[in-house]
C-alpha cells in the first residue's frame, strides 16, 4: 500500500474502493454509537496555511473518534525553516501529518521527506479527500456501480477538479467539466484522464451539451484562495456557468447537485439549487468525517486495511 495519501492518481481502482467500502463502516459505527478506537496511541500533526472549518473540524474529530490525538499548527511551510526540517522534526514526534497548503510541491517535499504518513488535505493543485467524500455521497445516493453515472463540473477546472479526473482514471465513470474557453484544468492532469479513464471524459464550452443526461451536477468557487485578486474578471466570464435551476433544468431531472462548499450564493449557485430538494452538499460536508477516517486509519496502520474492514464488519 502507498505510504501517503497526496493523489488519487497514486491508488489503484481497487485500493480507492477499498477506501470507500471502510468509509461506510465506519460511518455504521459512528451512527449507531459503536467505538472504533482503531489509533489509540497514534497522533497527527495538522498543518494549516489557509483557513478552514470542514477539513480543521473532520480531521480533529476524526482523530478523537479514533481513539488518537491531533496537534494543530497554523504555519506558512517553507518561511521559517525549510520543508525538509519540518518533516524530519515532526517524524520523530507523530506518527502521521496532514498539511492544507497553497503550494502542492510542499506536500511532495513532506512526502518525500518524513518516513512517516502524509495526508493532502488540500492544495492549489489537488484535493484527493474532498472527492473521497464526494463518491462517499453519490454512492449513498445513487448506488455504488458508478460505471453509468455521468458527473457534470460546472466551472473552473480548479484542484477540485483535477482530483475527480485522477479519480475517473482509476474507478469506471463518466466525468464532463463544464466550464470556459482558457479554463480547462492542468494539461498534464487532464491529458492523463483522458488517456487512462475509466468511462467517458469530456471537456466542453457548451452548458446544454454538458450537462445533458448528467447524474449529478458539481460546482466550486469561481476563485479559489489565493486568485482572489481575479474574483472581479472570473464573475464576468463565469456568470454563464451559474448553476441555477435554468441550468439545472439541463441534467436529468432527478440530478443531484454538489458542492465541496464554501459557497458562494449568488455567484456559482443560486440559493434555490443549493437549498433545494436535489442538494447534497451538506451530506458531502458530513462524509469528510467518515472518508478521511478511513484514509488515517489505513495509512496509519498500514497495510492492515483489508483486515481492519474485515474485523468492523463482524462489529453490530
Avoid at 145 to 162: E, I, Q, R
Avoid at 221 to 235: C, F, I, N, P
Avoid at 262 to 275: K, L, N
Amino acid at each position: 500500500m502507498v505510504k501517503d495519501f497526496i493523489s488519487l492518481a497514486d491508488y489503484t481502482g481497487a485500493e480507492i474502493i477499498a477506501f470507500l467500502n471502510l468509509a461506510d463502516e465506519l460511518k455504521r459505527l459512528q451512527k449507531t454509537g459503536r467505538p472504533h478506537k482503531l489509533l489509540e496511541g497514534k497522533t497527527l500533526a495538522l498543518i494549516f496555511e489557509k483557513p478552514s472549518l470542514r477539513t480543521r473540524l473532520t480531521f480533529q474529530l476524526g482523530m478523537f473518534q479514533l481513539g488518537g490525538f491531533s496537534l494543530l499548527m497554523d504555519m506558512r511551510l517553507g518561511e521559517r525553516e525549510s520543508v525538509p526540517d519540518v518533516a524530519r522534526n515532526l517524524e520523530r514526534w507523530v506518527d502521521g501529518i496532514m498539511a492544507r497548503t497553497y503550494r502542492h510541491e510542499h506536500v511532495v517535499q513532506l512526502a518525500q521527506c518524513a518516513s512517516i504518513p502524509v495526508i493532502n488535505a488540500l492544495t492549489d493543485k489537488l484535493h484527493p479527500c474532498q472527492i473521497l467524500a464526494d463518491v462517499q455521497t453519490l454512492r449513498e445516493h445513487k448506488g455504488a456501480d458508478l460505471s453509468s453515472l455521468k458527473v457534470a463540473f460546472v466551472g473552473d477546472g480548479n484542484n477540485v477538479f483535477h482530483s475527480w479526473a485522477n479519480f475517473a482514471s482509476r474507478v469506471p465513470l463518466n466525468l464532463t467539466l463544464v466550464c470556459p474557453e482558457g479554463y480547462e484544468g492542468d494539461p498534464e492532469i487532464t491529458r492523463r484522464a483522458a488517456k487512462e479513464a475509466k468511462g467517458a471524459f469530456v471537456i466542453t464550452h457548451d452548458p446544454a451539451d454538458g450537462l445533458k443526461d448528467a447524474d449529478a451536477v458539481y460546482t466550486d468557487v469561481w476563485a479559489s484562495m489565493g486568485q482572489e485578486e481575479e474574483t472581479a474578471l472570473r464573475e464576468t466570464i463565469f456568470a454563464p456557468y451559474q448553476v441555477n435551476e435554468k441550468l439545472m433544468g439541463l441534467a436529468k431531472p432527478d440530478a443531484l447537485f454538489m458542492h465541496c462548499l464554501p459557497a458562494h450564493r449568488g455567484h456559482e449557485v443560486s440559493d434555490d439549487v443549493i437549498d433545494g430538494p436535489n442538494s447534497v452538499c451538506f451530506d458531502q460536508a458530513e462524509n469528510r468525517l467518515h472518508a478521511q477516517k478511513a484514509v488515517l486509519a489505513s495509512l496509519l496502520r498500514g497495510d492492515r486495511v483489508l483486515n481492519m474492514f474485515s474485523e468492523l464488519k463482524h462489529t453490530k
